[in-house]
């Protein structure tokens, strides 16, 4: 979504150290942008950063507005913590954010809040989208009037606007088990009664568990799924990244 006012994201292509779990796929490397996002997508479809970004505080932060703005990384085997320090707001100028964000090889995600100088609900949205969580899409096509067409289908999007944010806050995004992970027929179809979540299907010609509503779902819209499983096949203990428990609490920092 394009805004006449909008300031333009400047932003990194970066190798993760790791394979990040992101709703049941691994991300080999993220895109860091100014605008106080990660954008998860490829690079060639930044305009999509609503849809795939892990979003501490998306908002239209302009870095040439102070010379102390600054984009900083922090680069560990196990973790991967990027901070955006002294960040204006094109519509606030004067007031100064500085918050963070950290990956895990678990999949968890946390959100640090050091300098919150206003409410978060009060950033005006006008100009440049305000969003606070995680999203996840798929591609799809779709054929109309004979032509074949990308759509996009956003599946996931977990909002954190209305958290009562304020300086001090850590926000934290526990990764817990789902579908798509799973290599087996059993640890799919078993995943059910083992967590007393939501149903796994499995996909045997392709080998591929799924929720039915995933990054994976697109390439087995058509597969025939399995209610019974060999029992000749292994189990296995992997434990895949979908869904997220969070919660917030505060601290002097």
């Not at 606007?161 to 179809?189: F, K, R």
């Not at 029992?231 to 203990?237: H, S, V």
Request: net charge negative; hydrophobic share 35%; charged share 20%.
């Amino acid at each position: 979504m394009a805004f006449e006012d909008a300031y333009r994201d400047f932003s990194l292509q970066m190798k993760l150290p790791f394979e990040f779990p992101f709703y049941g796929h691994q991300l080999a490397d993220i895109t860091i942008c100014t605008g106080g996002y990660v954008f998860t997508g490829a690079t060639s479809q930044l305009w999509l950063a609503q849809d795939q970004s892990i979003s501490p505080l998306m908002a239209n932060f302009d870095v040439s507005l102070d010379d102390s703005s600054s984009v900083v990384l922090y680069e560990e085997s196990t973790q991967v913590t990027i901070v955006w320090e002294k960040m204006q707001i094109r519509e606030k100028k004067g007031l100064k954010f500085t918050f963070a964000v950290t990956l895990y090889t678990n999949g968890d995600i946390y959100f640090a809040y050091k300098d919150i100088p206003i409410k978060i609900q009060t950033i005006e949205d006008k100009n440049y989208s305000v969003f606070v969580g995680i999203a996840d899409s798929y591609f799809f096509n779709k054929m109309t009037y004979y032509v074949r067409r990308k759509s996009i289908h956003n599946y996931s999007r977990i909002p954190f606007n209305a958290y009562h944010i304020q300086s001090g806050s850590v926000l934290q995004l526990i990764a817990l088990p789902s579908c798509p992970v799973y290599n087996t027929c059993e640890a799919c179809t078993g995943h059910e009664a083992q967590y007393g979540s939501f149903k796994c299907m499995w996909c045997e010609p392709l080998r591929k568990c799924t929720s039915g509503a995933d990054y994976f779902r697109p390439y087995m819209a058509d597969c025939p799924f399995t209610k019974t499983c060999n029992a000749t096949a292994e189990d296995n203990d992997t434990m895949p990244h979908l869904t997220f428990f969070h919660r917030v609490f505060n601290f002097a920092m």
